[in-house]
């Protein structure tokens, strides 16, 4: 059953009813935003989404916002304090991951201008293509974690079905 067959037939929770009609595929562009939604892709690897929408306030809280410059410098105290952080996921590799993706998203910055820029410079591209590309680029990055990353944010289709009411939503923004 699809996402969006699950909420209308009312066989979700309400935060995954939320995060329906209010951010699954729509277009990000700025760079904390798509960022956090990395991360938070990365964490639900073996988890449900639901366990990582109960903690999603908790994430960027412990993650100051997002902040690309902030996560980037995170050294061992840091670290220790995310990895004894009830309210997120404490997983030495997850953790590992955000802070290594911040640092790796600098660079894209310093290159492309921000995280949807680098997103638009290499759109189109195919499942299979974007997968590599983030391979190559960043660390903790599966086909689920990618494909999950792009389609939540709009650069792969398949977020909504042409009968959800917020399909036509998210068309009119054009992501």
């Given at each position: 059953?699809?996402?969006c067959?699950?909420v209308?037939?009312?066989?979700?929770?309400?935060?995954?009813?939320e995060?329906?009609?209010?951010?699954?595929?729509?277009?990000?562009?700025?760079?904390?935003?798509?960022?956090?939604?990395?991360?938070?892709?990365?964490?639900?690897?073996?988890l449900?989404?639901?366990?990582?929408?109960?903690?999603?306030?908790?994430?960027?809280?412990?993650?100051?916002?997002?902040?690309?410059?902030?996560?980037?410098?995170?050294?061992?105290?840091?670290?220790?304090?995310?990895?004894?952080?009830?309210?997120?996921?404490?997983?030495?590799?997850?953790?590992?991951?955000?802070?290594?993706?911040?640092?790796?998203?600098?660079?894209?910055?310093?290159?492309?201008?921000?995280?949807?820029?680098?997103?638009?410079?290499?759109?189109?591209?195919t499942?299979?293509?974007?997968?590599?590309?983030?391979?190559?680029?960043?660390?903790?990055?599966?086909?689920?974690?990618?494909?999950?990353?792009?389609?939540?944010?709009?650069?792969?289709?398949?977020?909504h079905?042409?009968?959800?009411?917020?399909?036509?939503?998210?068309?009119?923004?054009?992501?």
């Amino acid at each position: 059953m699809s996402y969006c067959a699950a909420v209308r037939l009312g066989k979700t929770d309400p935060w995954n009813e939320e995060y329906h009609r209010t951010e699954y595929g729509f277009p990000l562009r700025d760079d904390a935003a798509l960022f956090g939604r990395l991360v938070l892709e990365i964490n639900q690897a073996g988890l449900s989404w639901l366990t990582i929408l109960k903690k999603k306030e908790a994430f960027f809280l412990a993650y100051h916002g997002f902040a690309l410059d902030r996560v980037a410098a995170y050294g061992d105290e840091d670290r220790a304090r995310l990895l004894s952080d009830a309210g997120i996921i404490r997983n030495r590799l997850k953790v590992e991951a955000a802070i290594t993706n911040a640092q790796r998203l600098l660079v894209i910055r310093e290159s492309h201008g921000g995280f949807a820029n680098w997103l638009d410079a290499h759109h189109p591209r195919t499942k299979l293509e974007w997968m590599k590309l983030f391979k190559k680029t960043f660390v903790f990055t599966g086909g689920e974690i990618v494909n999950e990353f792009l389609v939540s944010t709009g650069y792969l289709p398949g977020a909504h079905e042409e009968d959800c009411d917020v399909y036509a939503e998210i068309r009119r923004l054009q992501p």
